[in-house]
């Protein structure tokens, strides 16, 4: 399984990629990395950062893998893609390239992952899958404490850098 | 047409939504720099005249059924909780829900949210709704007469072009 | 009718307390003013903003409704997995203060809507407030005041 690293703050996480059950969406993650930005804390699925993807690192990508019915464990990275569409009114907290389009990787680093409003929308799901699209791709290995409090600190103190890598394997 | 984004410096349009027999109307405002599509082919189908119901899952909101064959994609999705004078649209196809309610399995309508404490939903939960409008002057008086249908029945609603 | 005046960073608003409709909780209200604590922006519930409370008395239901909307000034025992990273040893609930600034919020607890007691209506500001948040969440949270505002909106 190839692997992740992100770093945020000083702080580090690896994760796993799911090579072996979502091919297509690990292959075109690795091949945009790395990417980097400002990750914004989550207001509707708890405990999750948010980098969202621009320019020519836009990945929008179809749905690939088991049926997600909005069920997210801690550690979970998740490819998330939203057509315009399915937007609402202006999203002031986000870069103003992302008010309509959003592309984005999901970083759940702990309980609740996916709990509030986000585990309540049975509206957004199913039907329109074409339109939305929300892909389990790696898991965190033992999501490091330190890499959890800074996440955390992302919802009270703003925006963090968040640098997603390959960890290549040494030699 | 519908692709062509409208200036952004031409004020919205609006609409009237009156209750013709009771003299009872409201004017709002079409969200067409959110929703554009949807605006767009709603204006084009004005002015209707529609046989209004108040609806039974979602609380204060009353609906009107729309031709079914007029069928839009999502836009400007709302799936948590409306204000007072949202207006939108929604569809559903067959055998969607359980059972038929209103009488029909596929819908096409429009819904107007009059009052707090309310969300679109049916008999599987929350619904995904097309937020197009919202209602600018007169809701309280318009509120009033959505609510009077709980006790009084149907009533025609007409939606005009306020120009 | 009281008014109460809620200021987060530079934002200014003004609410009407539901003294009528929530006598209670109302009451207990005014007694606390003024609040002045660390805001913290909704991890769960959308459009949210609020402070945790230190009261030992139990707030009782009043005017509850699962329906939260815009402008809307609420109170209630939020789960305490929202407020901390993890599980207190003692303690599940935080009693809370806050208020929706936007569309697509509702107050959600472990297992579903929770319902709130409504308290207040913010009659003036709320676009301010809805500025204010987003900025925040992208650049850091400051203190939020809750006080009672005298006839001429100063406080």
């Known amino acids: 399984m190839r692997k992740l690293l992100f770093e945020l703050g000083g702080t580090r996480a690896v994760a796993e990629m799911h090579d072996d059950v979502v091919p297509k969406t690990c292959d075109a993650v690795w091949n945009v990395l790395p990417v980097e930005g400002m990750a914004i804390h989550a207001n509707w699925s708890s405990r999750e950062i948010m980098l969202h993807l621009h320019g020519e690192n836009i990945l929008r990508l179809p749905p690939e893998g088991p049926v997600r019915r909005g069920t997210t464990a801690p550690g979970d990275i998740v490819y998330f893609w939203r057509s315009p569409q399915m937007s609402r009114g202006k999203q002031l907290a986000y870069s103003s390239q992302f008010q309509r389009e959003l592309s984005e990787l999901a970083v759940f680093y702990g309980d609740p992952a996916g709990g509030g409003l986000a585990a309540d929308d049975p509206a957004r799901s199913g039907r329109d899958s074409n339109l939305q699209v929300a892909t389990l791709f790696a898991t965190i290995i033992d999501i490091p404490k330190e890499f959890a409090q800074k996440c955390e600190e992302v919802r009270h103190n703003g925006l963090q850098r968040l640098v997603v890598r390959r960890l290549e394997r040494s030699a | ?163 | 009718m009281t008014r109460v005046k809620i200021t987060l960073g530079s934002a200014e608003a003004f609410a009407q307390l539901e003294e009528k409709d929530a006598p209670k909780a109302t009451k207990w209200l005014k007694e606390m003013l003024p609040i002045e604590r660390q805001a913290m922006h909704s991890m769960e519930n959308g459009r949210e903003v609020y402070v945790v409370l230190d009261a030992s008395d139990r707030i009782e239901e009043e005017n509850q409704t699962i329906y939260q909307t815009v402008g809307d000034l609420i109170v209630y025992y939020k789960p305490a997995i929202f407020v901390k990273p993890e599980w207190p040893r003692h303690i599940r609930d935080f009693l809370v203060i806050g208020f929706i600034y936007e569309r697509d919020s509702a107050i959600r607890g472990m297992s579903g809507p929770l319902a709130t007691n409504l308290v207040g209506k913010i009659t003036e500001g709320i676009d301010a407030l809805a500025r204010e948040a987003p900025r925040m969440r992208r650049e850091g949270f400051g203190k939020m005041r809750v006080s009672l505002a005298l006839m001429n909106g100063s406080a």
Not at chain 2, 85 to 103: A, E, L, M, T, V
Not at chain 2, 124 to 148: Q, T, Y
């Open chain 2, 1 to 163: 047409m519908s692709d062509q984004r409208r200036d952004p410096h031409v004020l919205s349009r609006k609409i009237r939504i009156s209750f013709p027999d009771d003299g009872i109307s409201a004017v709002a405002d079409l969200l067409e720099e959110d929703c554009p599509n949807t605006c767009e082919a709603i204006w084009h189908r004005l002015p209707l005249r529609v046989k209004a119901i108040h609806d039974i899952w979602s609380g204060h909101q009353v609906l009107a059924h729309l031709d079914n064959k007029f069928v839009l994609p999502p836009e400007n999705v709302l799936t948590y909780l409306p204000i007072p004078g949202d207006i939108f649209y929604y569809y559903r196809p067959h055998n969607y829900f359980r059972g038929s309610p209103y009488g029909r399995s596929e819908s096409a309508e429009i819904g107007i949210v009059y009052d707090r404490d309310t969300r679109p939903q049916g008999p599987r939960g929350p619904e995904a709704v097309s937020l197009f409008a919202n209602i600018s002057s007169s809701l309280e008086g318009f509120a009033r007469a959505c609510e009077d249908m709980i006790y009084r029945g149907q009533k025609d609603l007409l939606i005009e072009k306020l120009e």
